[in-house]
């Protein structure tokens, strides 16, 4: 397992490639509610089969977890984020025992919501 400092540097690493947030999102409209950092989620389910998910965050540690986030299920479809499983996720990225419980839960938080948020939009 890599050193927090390692994960850290590798989490920053991820931030810088998140992709860019619509900065009229940034609002209270698309804040996630539960996370310690200010956390965005905005969607576009215009094609329920290739849903566009875009993050962003404060804290650039959070970023490169969302961007992880991103990456993994960016163009899913919302039945394939309707049964996204946070914890497989968090064990294959090697993530299940390095983060706090508040990042944690921040995560879950947002996982929860994203799932909310594309089934109502469909």
């Given at each position: 397992?890599?050193?927090?400092?390692?994960?850290?540097?590798?989490?920053?690493?991820?931030?810088?490639?998140?992709?860019?947030?619509?900065?009229?999102?940034?609002?209270?409209?698309?804040?996630?509610?539960?996370?310690?950092?200010?956390?965005?989620?905005?969607?576009?389910?215009?094609?329920?089969e290739s849903v566009v998910i875009r993050f962003d965050s404060e804290s650039r540690v959070v970023r490169g977890l969302l961007a992880m986030l991103q990456q993994r299920?960016?163009?899913?479809?919302?039945?394939?984020?309707?049964?996204?499983?946070?914890?497989?996720?968090?064990?294959?990225?090697?993530l299940d025992n390095a983060l706090s419980p508040s990042r944690s839960n921040g995560l879950y938080q947002v996982a929860k919501t994203l799932k909310l948020r594309a089934q109502s939009l469909q």
């Open positions: 397992m890599a050193s927090w400092e390692q994960l850290f540097r590798q989490l920053v690493q991820q931030a810088r490639s998140l992709a860019e947030y619509p900065p009229e999102c940034r609002d209270d409209d698309h804040l996630v509610g539960g996370c310690e950092a200010k956390v965005w989620l905005w969607l576009d389910t215009s094609n329920p299920l960016d163009s899913c479809s919302v039945a394939e984020i309707a049964t996204f499983d946070i914890d497989a996720f968090y064990r294959e990225e090697g």
